[in-house]
């Protein structure tokens, strides 16, 4: 089945565009469960889905599923090229769906985690819903020049899904979004200087900043996301230098315990309905890299958290961020 191509405007601004895909009645509701106003996509299918739906999706690793926030993060013209070649979710689904088997349930806005993951893993990972000829076919038949995205999408996923073995079911609580600010006085690498970047990860999940050239004090300000599952462990942080021609050296490493904005954000529920206050604190102590000790503040109806650390195992250079605290129902 070909899908539908929306004409490209270019004079639009790319943000503008994906709004105006996002409008279409059919992306209004997860093209995974059917919850309304979505505001996460998989920019590799062309799906918008919601927030329960997109912390699945990152786990299926960014070969089968890049996710992107619609509102938070930065896209770029071929990635909102291929959303809009897509279609949307209508046209999306008549692939990813076209031969879901009886007996197979497609879930809803308030189906448990394990059904959610259960059916997007046999949809995208497994492609178990593709009609037979599609799965079959080696390369573009009749299908036109419309389904050329979707046929690229097939045929990578079919070259990684070999590589990767399934994750297992994890159960997310919400997402982490983590502001880089900056870095001061970090280790020498190089002759003079060092091209750091910064690593963080969660469980199975890592992403990354740019690289940022010869420059011992960068400002990043750089917006990272991780989806937090209910068991979590700290936020792991590593700085590296990067290198063209060798492995990359640690410029320090440092660890982020969550567990004290996580308590305190639980503690006082919906956020929005209280001022700007201090809600809780994650103490400076001999066991964490803490510089001062932390303050959990709610800002504007969000859960926020400045943290400044000492990176370990270097001789210099300290990391500052700011964390903010999404809930699954925000």
Not at 10 to 38: F, H, T, Y
Not at 96 to 124: L, M, Q
Not at 145 to 169: K, P, V
Request: hydrophobic share 40%.
């Amino acid at each position: 089945m070909a899908m539908r191509r929306m004409e490209l405007r270019r004079p639009a601004s790319g943000k503008s565009r994906l709004k105006e895909l996002l409008l279409q009645s059919d992306n209004r509701i997860c093209a995974d469960c059917g919850a309304p106003d979505p505001k996460w996509a998989s920019a590799n299918i062309g799906v918008f889905i919601c927030l329960k739906c997109c912390g699945v999706h990152r786990s299926l690793g960014t070969h089968v599923s890049k996710v992107l926030s619609v509102t938070l993060d930065e896209w770029s013209e071929d990635e909102i090229d291929a959303m809009i070649e897509v279609g949307g979710n209508a046209s999306a689904n008549s692939i990813y769906e076209a031969f879901i088997p009886d007996g197979v349930v497609k879930p809803g806005p308030d189906s448990s985690h394990e059904a959610r993951s259960k059916f997007i893993r046999s949809k995208y990972e497994l492609q178990e819903f593709l009609k037979p000829s599609l799965r079959m076919s080696s390369g573009k038949t009749s299908a036109s020049l419309q389904a050329s995205h979707s046929w690229q999408i097939l045929d990578s996923f079919r070259s990684n899904t070999s590589q990767t073995e399934s994750a297992g079911m994890v159960e997310f609580i919400g997402l982490l979004k983590v502001k880089v600010i900056k870095g001061k006085n970090l280790a020498i690498r190089d002759m003079m200087s060092s091209d750091p970047y910064v690593v963080l990860s969660l469980g199975q999940q890592t992403t990354q900043t740019t690289v940022m050239n010869s420059n011992l004090n960068p400002e990043w300000n750089e917006e990272l996301m991780l989806s937090v599952p209910q068991d979590h462990g700290p936020v792991k942080l590593k700085v590296f230098d990067h290198d063209t021609f060798s492995a990359d050296d640690l410029m320090g490493e440092a660890e982020i315990d969550i567990r004290p904005m996580l308590t305190a954000a639980m503690a006082f529920g919906d956020p929005e309905k209280f001022g700007n206050m201090q809600i809780g604190k994650w103490l400076k102590s001999n066991d964490n890299a803490l510089i001062e000790d932390s303050i959990i503040n709610i800002v504007d109806g969000k859960v926020k958290q400045n943290v400044l650390l000492k990176l370990q195992n270097v001789e210099s250079g300290e990391m500052e961020l700011e964390l903010e605290w999404m809930p699954l129902d925000q």
